[in-house]
Each structure stands twice: as structure tokens, then as C-alpha cells.
């Protein structure tokens, strides 16, 4: 009996890391064909496994409904292989009505929408009624979270999906590894440049946030870039004698460096510049859901601090505030 049990035990143990096989890992690029493809089959509500080849050139996928099935992941992957020349992995899949993104156990959920499956009906006349995700959801949308996710280059600004994957969010803001963060001071003091390490021992010490990604306009990634990285190391070590300060000052010469070679850092604005009451007169500001630099919202802080205190009246909030956004 023990021997049955262990046989079973070791059985399901292959059968799960047989699975895990399948799923992709490392980097890949979508070509612009597999992005559209993608975006396909997460319409689709009958998409079951999206499949693609290691280089991002090729992909296709599954229809399942409950009952019939034309394309299991076995299947999809086989056709694949055939179609490309190359072995394939999955990249996300359909469970419980909702399409995930497995690559790199990325696990982003898409939002679902409604609908059921139709048992009735056979695999080939399956209709997509584009409810595999839920429809609000634009293309550009779909597009910022791959490349979030760093499967694709696209920046347009677009607002993010509202979605519930707070551990995807630590997963992509929460990078591990090192780098350094760069800002600039505000106001009269915009020229002011600095940076700091994430493992400079004083930061979250002497800073309101343990984390200089908090404030960043710029991250550097040593795994990211590795020269700039190496040029910012040794600047700051040069700055400090023994051990790592707080922050210091970068010159224009290294800023100049990293705009050029790092993507700004934003912020998802999904909460809006509240209207303040001010002689039970209310702010005209209209609500904003785009997305914004870290140093608009540093601006923006700033003056609600000094409306807040009478520094300024309600039209020269106003104007201040179009004044920051534009």
C-alpha cells in the first residue's frame, strides 16, 4: 500500500513539474504581429493557451469551450513547434474565465467580463463575442501593460487598467537587485540634481519613504545598464570618504547621460487634485486619470499646501494647477 502511495505521490510530483516546464521564462520581445495576436486572444473568451516561440516572432493559441476543445496547451504547443521550427512555451492562459499572463510567473489577471461558456456548441463554430476581457479595455491599455511587464516597447501614456493584482504590482515596483534613484529639488531650486543608492545606509534614516523609487524621476538598474550604473557608482563613491551618505548632488554632465539613456519614471494618477471648498465656493478643477510625472505631483503637493494656507486664491490655485499639468 505505502508503495502505491509513493508511486502516486511521485506521479503527480512529474506531472506538475512537467507543467511547470511549459510555462516561458526569461526575456522576450513581441514582434508587432504576435502583440496584435495577443490582444486577439485576450478578446477572445474561448482562448485557452497563448503560445509563442522564444524570440517573440511567432505565437498562436487555443479554443476551448467547457466541453469541446480544439487546441489544448499539449496540442497548441505542438503546433507551434511545426509552424516556427522552434519549441514553444505559454505565455498566458485562460482558468476560470479569466486570462493570465504567465510568463516569468508574471500572474497578471486581466478583468473578466461576462459571459458563459456554450456547451451546446462544437469547437469549430465557437463565436467570440470580444468578452474574454472586459471591453473597456483598449488596445493601448493592453500595450502599457506589456510593456510594464518589459515584453514590449510602448509609451504612450494611457491610464492603467483597474485591476486587483496587488502582487503584480510589488512584483514590477518592487525590482530587486541595485540602482540608483536621481531627482530634482522643485520650484526656484529645479536645477538642484540629486541621487542615491538603494543601499546607501542613511536614506531611510533621514527620508520621510524607505524607498528612493518613491520620489525618482529616474531609475538605474545595474542589470538594466550596466555602464551608467558603473559611471553613478563611482561619482558617488567619489563623493563620500568610507561609507555611502544619504544623497548627492549629480552633475550635469551625468543627468544629461541619464535622460538620454532611461525612460522617466510615472506615476498611475488614478486619485484626482481634490476640489477644496473656499468661501463655500468649489475648486473648478476637473478630476484627472492620466498619467503624471513624479515631479507634477510634487508641484501639485505644493500648491494645495499653499491654497491650503491662503498663500494663494482659488483662481490662482487654478491656474497653478493647469499651470503643473500642461
Not at 499539449?74 to 486570462?99: I, M, N, P
Not at 512584483?171 to 536621481?182: A, P
Not at 543601499?199 to 529616474?218: I, M, N, V
Not at 468661501?279 to 500648491?303: A, C, F, Y
Request: aromatic residues 14%; hydrophobic residues 30%; proline residues 2%.
Amino acid at each position: 500500500m505505502k508503495k502505491f502511495l509513493y508511486l502516486i505521490f511521485f506521479s503527480l510530483l512529474l506531472c506538475g513539474n512537467a507543467y511547470a516546464s511549459k510555462i516561458g521564462n526569461g526575456s522576450i520581445q513581441f514582434s508587432d504581429e504576435v502583440t496584435k495576436n495577443f490582444i486577439r486572444f485576450l478578446r477572445n473568451e474561448y482562448g485557452i493557451s497563448f503560445v509563442v516561440t522564444p524570440d517573440g516572432s511567432y505565437s498562436t493559441y487555443g479554443i476551448c469551450g467547457v466541453e469541446r476543445c480544439k487546441g489544448g496547451m499539449t496540442t497548441v504547443l505542438k503546433w507551434c513547434k511545426r509552424d516556427s521550427g522552434q519549441k514553444c512555451y505559454v505565455f498566458a492562459q485562460r482558468k476560470k474565465q479569466q486570462k493570465i499572463i504567465r510568463w516569468n510567473k508574471a500572474d497578471y489577471i486581466f478583468p473578466k467580463d461576462d459571459w458563459n461558456y456554450n456547451a451546446s456548441v462544437k469547437t469549430d463554430y465557437l463565436s467570440s463575442n470580444n468578452k474574454g476581457i472586459k471591453q473597456n479595455i483598449s488596445d493601448d491599455q493592453i500595450k502599457s501593460v506589456l510593456n510594464e511587464l518589459g515584453f514590449i516597447n510602448f509609451n504612450k501614456a494611457v491610464a492603467s487598467i483597474d485591476t486587483n493584482n496587488d502582487e503584480l504590482k510589488k512584483k514590477i515596483y518592487k525590482k530587486s537587485g541595485k540602482y540608483f534613484c536621481v531627482w530634482t529639488a522643485t520650484g526656484e531650486y529645479t536645477h538642484l540634481v540629486w541621487f542615491t543608492h538603494n543601499l546607501a545606509p542613511h536614506y531611510k534614516r533621514d527620508y520621510t519613504s524607505s524607498d528612493c523609487r518613491d520620489q525618482a524621476f529616474y531609475i538605474i538598474y545595474k542589470e538594466d545598464n550596466k555602464k551608467l550604473y558603473s559611471k553613478l557608482m563611482w561619482y558617488f563613491k567619489t563623493q563620500n570618504t568610507g561609507s555611502f551618505s544619504p544623497t548627492e548632488r549629480l552633475t550635469k554632465k551625468l543627468f544629461s547621460q541619464v535622460k538620454e539613456q532611461i525612460q522617466i519614471n510615472t506615476i498611475e494618477l488614478k486619485e484626482e487634485v481634490e476640489q477644496s471648498i473656499v468661501t463655500n465656493e468649489t475648486s473648478v478643477i476637473p478630476k484627472i486619470e492620466k498619467k503624471m510625472t513624479k515631479q507634477q505631483q510634487i508641484e501639485i503637493d505644493q500648491i494645495k499646501e499653499m491654497f491650503d494656507i491662503g498663500a494663494l486664491t482659488k483662481e490662482e490655485y487654478d491656474n497653478a494647477i493647469k499651470r503643473a499639468l500642461n
